[in-house]
């Protein structure tokens, strides 16, 4: 497929985000191959647009680190296709006209407006239903033809469709952070999604290099699908057992159970303190009206967000306090809510380890039998002595593993994924898990 039409006069609204500035940097890299690889007559326009100006100044700098590091590893290909510019002698020469030729097609704006020429219109702005239907529909009446890829996480397609009378001209195109190197991709269709933009859609993300999964338009689609009912499950299961142990040990141990005996690179809720409490909770919130016969809050949450508990990162990328306190990525404290404050690891840590008892003898790291090629022999391994204990730890992590592997199983039966595989090369790769929730372990 021909990408050139649409890709003359593309937008990203919300370019200065965490999402918004990769989609911006992969966009890049496919105009770059089109206007200098392929050597394309057409002048393309790539139009970063935020809210934000001071933002928009700093991501000038991302982007041309991230093309300095593209260049670098592409020096080869870069060569050729600058191959008939004599004055272009060394590595560190061909890198520099590339990223002064990339960064010349970026523009920068505050602007809706600008979106009024652009065919094809990436949205990452925060994830807000009616402020996503509010934008999408005043630059619908202005430019009528463009087609929206939005990276919404939570909200179904086909509801903003409606709202913001779209007529079909909008798919839902969900990256995982960070885009540059997530691999992949949640594409979704709303019932009135047209043929050419899914398909050419899914030719740009092949193009892009993306693993494509198609999902169902539900809200939350298989990635929140499964993380957000894993949180409240493990939420749920924190509190059972903060009832005899406190909050801050209870926490604790779920935390570990869901790292070190379910074998995954983080904990939940260290995993809910990367995204972020407070955008856990908005998901959340965003899922609630599809699901009207299941509770898809949590108090604990809740009231974590009011204490202005939140996690997430600051600019520099260090973790924010949370459910847990960090330092330098590895946890130092752990919230109590009885409390009211944090409490040391320290503190906790023997009587966690005494709480939960026996455990496999057999110790495998998430980290170490990630990329092995005998990974399922360890898994399997690992996993039917931990079937064999009868220890609180042990019980907790199998609970924990038998509802996973319902989530996923509940999300193929009701067809937002089209697979069991589907649902596995989502927690796979989306979320690093060295093995898919519906397996034979559990
Ligand atoms: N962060 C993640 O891990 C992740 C993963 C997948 C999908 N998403 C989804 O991607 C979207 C963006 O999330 P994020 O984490 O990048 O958020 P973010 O807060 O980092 O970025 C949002 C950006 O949008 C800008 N913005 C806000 N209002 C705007 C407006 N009216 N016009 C133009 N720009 C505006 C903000 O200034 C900000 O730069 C959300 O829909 C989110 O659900 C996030």
């Not at 890198?95 to 602007?111: L, P």
């Not at 239903?129 to 087609?147: C, D, E, G, R």
């Not at 699901?291 to 600051?314: A, C, R, T, W």
Request: glycine share 6%.
């Amino acid at each position: 497929m021909d990408l050139v039409p649409k890709m003359k006069n593309v937008s990203v609204l919300g370019a200065a985000g965490k999402m918004g500035s990769g989609i911006l940097v992969l966009l890049l890299f496919e105009i770059a191959r089109l206007k200098i690889g392929q050597k394309s007559k057409e002048d393309f326009v790539l139009n970063a647009i935020d809210v934000s100006q001071p933002a928009l100044l700093n991501l000038l700098g991302y982007v041309r680190s991230q093309l300095e590091k593209h260049a670098e590893k592409n020096i080869v290909e870069l060569r050729e296709w600058y191959a008939d510019n004599e004055k272009l002698v060394d590595n560190e020469e061909v890198i520099q006209q590339f990223v002064t030729d990339v960064m010349a097609m970026i523009q920068t704006s505050t602007r809706i407006e600008t979106t009024y020429e652009s065919k094809l219109i990436f949205e990452a702005i925060k994830e807000d239903k009616s402020l996503k239907v509010k934008l999408f529909s005043q630059i619908k009446q202005n430019n009528p033809s463009a087609w929206f890829l939005t990276n919404t996480s939570s909200i179904p397609i086909g509801e903003i469709e409606k709202e913001a009378g779209l007529n079909g001209n909008i798919l839902g195109y969900h990256f995982y952070n960070p885009p540059v190197i997530q691999k992949l991709l949640e594409i979704i269709k709303c019932d009135n999604t047209g043929n050419e933009l899914n398909d050419f859609a899914i030719a740009l993300a092949k193009s892009m290099r993306k693993i494509i999964v198609p999902s169902k338009d539900v809200a939350g689609f298989i990635g929140n699908g499964h993380f957000m009912r894993d949180a409240l499950y493990a939420l749920n299961q924190a509190e059972k057992l903060a009832e005899t142990e406190g909050w801050a040990k209870a926490f604790f141990i779920i935390d570990t159970i869901s790292r070190d005996l379910l074998v995954r690179p983080m904990g939940i809720f260290q995993l809910i303190d990367y995204v972020g409490v407070d955008v856990t909770k908005f998901i959340l919130n965003s899922m609630q009206p599809s699901f009207p016969n299941e509770l898809l809050s949590h108090d604990v949450l809740n009231q974590l967000f009011d204490k202005e508990i939140k996690g997430g990162q600051y600019a520099d990328g260090s973790q924010k306090d949370g459910i847990f306190k960090y330092q330098k990525g590895r946890i130092t404290h752990v919230y109590d809510f009885d409390l009211e404050k944090y409490v040391s690891k320290e503190d906790i840590e023997m009587d966690c380890a005494a709480k939960l008892g026996e455990l496999p003898t057999l110790k495998i790291y998430w980290k170490t039998i990630v990329r092995d090629k005998n990974k399922a022999d360890y898994l399997l391994k690992f996993f039917k002595e931990l079937h064999a204990i009868d220890s609180v730890g042990a019980n907790l992590a199998k609970d924990y593993g038998k509802n996973s592997k319902a989530i996923g199983q509940m999300l193929v039966d009701t067809h937002v994924a089209e697979s069991a595989a589907d649902v596995n090369t989502v927690l796979e790769t989306g979320f690093f898990h060295a093995y898919g929730p519906i397996n034979d372990y559990f």
